[in-house]
């Protein structure tokens, strides 16, 4: 079985700072992780998946995420906040690339002007 | 566009009214999947459909009632439901095969928000 936990269901950041969105998992086999996010009034979007091959993945917009076994954990980073970054975040797991999808209860991003 | 379409966007229905959430997607995937989003809980799914089949149902009330005529279209029918019922509904539509990826990504719609009065 799988799971996931995201620290935080708010962050709020100033525009140009860094942004980290923290997310912790839980695997019984080597997990496929994910990121998705979801700005108002839409569904959600894939940002980046980690699929067991470079640690470090960069995803769309900016953003990337680092795969660390020894910490069970999947953080999302951005150099430097937009305003357009404002959007909710969540993270998911699953295994051996099944089709079921684990999600976290998702982080919302705030960017202060 | 995602590529995964859901209608109608908005739907206010009474516990006694039946009314259907339509999703359609023209990507050329072969599965398909209905999610809840409620406020402040992870994202439930709730039903999985390969190939037309249904091969998940994650011990849905029979108030819901999936409907999956081909693989492009997919259908949730409501009936008698209860306001608690009243959430964001996610449709997702991902192709099979993709275990050499590593990984089978979901593409989402915009989701119905269905409130139950």
Known sequence: AQSVTQLGSHVS?????????RCNYSSSVPPYL?????????GL?????????????????????EFKKSETSFHLTKPSAHMSDAAEYFCAVSGSGNEKLTFGTGTRLTIIP | ????????????????????????????HNAMYWYKQSAKKPLELMFVYNFKEQTENNSVPSRFSPECPNSSHLFLHLHTLQPEDSALYLCASSPLGQASSGANVLTFGAGSRLTVL
């Open chain 1, 13 to 21: 950041v100033s525009e140009g700072a860094l942004v980290l969105l």
């Open chain 1, 34 to 42: 994910f990121w998705y996010v979801q700005y108002p009034n839409q």
């Open chain 1, 45 to 65: 979007q894939l940002l980046l998946k980690y699929t067991s091959a470079a640690t470090l993945v960069k995803g769309i917009n900016g953003f990337e995420a």
């Open chain 2, 1 to 28: 566009e995602t590529g995964v379409t859901q209608t109608p966007r908005h739907l206010v229905m009474g516990m006694t009214n039946k009314k259907s959430l339509k999703c359609e997607q023209h990507l050329g």
